[in-house]
């Protein structure tokens, strides 16, 4: 079954406790990106990744890291955590069409993290 | 102002009604268009794509105006199942593609 699995599902952690939300797809999809969305704001862009090694930052990029060294994972990774960081994650993942766009973004079942 | 925007909701319609949606995006350079449904805070799903000659999908009809910048989606004969928060998304090339989302619009479909 095609699908975008994240892990955790949900986590409550303290300030500065580093953690890592894994981000896996089995579509071998060039393009990986990962979101947050808190009320009000919509799902806001973090990182996103063109392929293998090739990543870079979106909106709201600050207090978080990624890396891509193999096609299917994406980690967000996330060195200090805050309560402001406190939120809804979603990784997703696209094919690429060329330089016109992206394809349809299939998405994991979310992330929900609580930073005390 | 924010790259793209959308009607702010909620909207609450009786089943049968037709609803439309409105979306603006600032970046002229945009090259991809969607509308994505998402459901009680789980995973958005895309709904359909957006081309520039319209699309329709059984009770949705897209639109895109590229000079204007704005793009719409209506729903025509509106299901209870239809209740949800509809998201715009815009994608464009900066050497990477960025996919920019609206906050959403709600949509109560009442019995």
């Known amino acids: 079954e095609a699908q975008v699995t994240q892990n955790p599902r949900y986590l409550i952690t303290v300030t500065g406790k580093k953690l890592t939300v894994t981000c896996s797809q089995n579509?071998?999809?060039?393009?990986m990106s990962w979101y947050r969305q808190d009320p009000g704001l919509g799902l806001r862009q973090i990182y996103y990744?063109?392929?293998?090694?090739?990543?870079d930052k979106g909106d709201v990029p600050e207090g978080y890291k990624v890396s891509r060294k193999e096609k299917r994972n994406f980690p967000l990774i996330l060195e200090s955590p805050s309560p402001n960081q406190t939120s809804l994650y979603f990784c997703a993942s696209s094919l690429i069409g060329g330089r016109v766009g992206t394809g349809e973004l299939f998405f994991g079942e979310g992330s929900r993290l609580t930073v005390l | 102002r924010k790259e793209v925007e959308q009607d702010p909701g909620p909207f609450n319609v009786p089943e049968g009604a037709t609803v439309a949606f409105n979306c603006t995006y600032s970046?002229?350079?945009?090259?991809?268009f969607f509308w994505y449904r998402q459901d009680c805070r789980k995973e958005p799903k895309l709904l359909m794509s957006v081309y520039s000659s319209g699309n329709e999908d059984g009770r949705f009809t897209a639109q895109l105006n590229r000079a204007s910048q704005y793009i719409s989606l209506l729903i025509r004969d509106s299901k209870l199942s239809d209740s949800a928060t509809y998201l715009c998304?815009?994608?464009?090339?900066?050497?990477?593609?960025?996919?920019?989302f609206g906050a959403g619009t709600r949509l109560f479909v009442k019995a």
């Open positions: 990744s063109m392929n293998v090694e090739v990543t």
């Open positions: 970046n002229s350079a945009s090259q991809s």
């Open positions: 579509m071998n999809h060039e393009y």
């Open positions: 998304v815009v994608s464009f090339y900066t050497g990477g593609f960025k996919t920019i």
